[in-house]
């Protein structure tokens, strides 16, 4: 039996779907068209390290009752990758002390699913938490509203009947139109005073004249 094969049986009749003993992160990515996925299992509990870290796909939802596409393993001991039946080039999968890398490279919208990484232990095979892959070509944006700013005149405030500091817009023309009754009163006084004095001069020189 082909050893991929042998795997996707292996899950069949796996009663456990996912375990503490791996955290797969992270739980969700979105990836540009043409860049690089890269997602991990890290292992806390395990007291052999060197179990084979198997990486496999589904693209939908993952069930129990599903059909894995197993695509690489990685055996740390022994440093060799093992790819699934259709190999590819743009699969890399190496540990870092207790955490199993796998690259996706060059990914396209078509690699979008959900990646699940799986250790076989004694006596029961062991999964990490699915990670989404979402490849997208251009990365969605959230519109930000924009609030139209308007020009408004300013108008004066009614005059409250409580005390005010300051001098509001409606004092202002208030005030020109007292300054300008006083500069009219006062234009008026000088006009009066001169013309009393003309006066006073004529009738003094009528007397004058008549002596």
């Not at 060799?80 to 699969?91: A, D, H, Q, S």
Request: aromatic fraction near 10%; charged fraction near 20%.
């Amino acid at each position: 039996m082909q050893p991929w094969l042998w795997l996707v049986f292996s899950v069949k009749l796996s009663a456990l779907w996912s375990s503490s003993a791996l955290i797969q992160t992270p739980q969700s990515m979105t990836v540009l068209t043409n860049q690089t996925a890269i997602m991990s299992c890290e292992a806390k509990t395990l007291t052999n390290k060197n179990n084979i870290i198997y990486w496999m796909r589904d693209r939908q939802s993952p069930t129990k009752d599903k059909h894995y596409e197993f695509l690489a393993s990685w055996n740390p001991s022994k440093r060799i990758t093992v790819y699934g039946e259709e190999p590819k080039k743009n699969i890399m999968v190496f540990s870092d002390l207790t955490r199993y890398i796998f690259n996706l490279t060059n990914v396209k919208p078509e690699d979008s699913g959900f990646y699940v990484c799986m250790m076989i232990g004694t006596p029961r095979i062991i999964f990490g938490r699915a990670t989404e892959l979402s490849v997208v070509d251009v990365l969605s944006t959230t519109p930000q509203t924009t609030k139209k700013t308007s020009l408004r005149k300013k108008q004066c405030p009614f005059p409250s009947p409580k005390t005010q500091k300051g001098l509001t817009c409606s004092l202002v023309p208030l005030s020109l139109l007292l300054a300008g009754i006083l500069v009219l009163l006062v234009s008026l006084s000088v006009a009066v005073h001169f013309l009393c004095l003309r006066r006073k001069a004529r009738i003094r020189f009528m007397k004058q004249f008549h002596k």
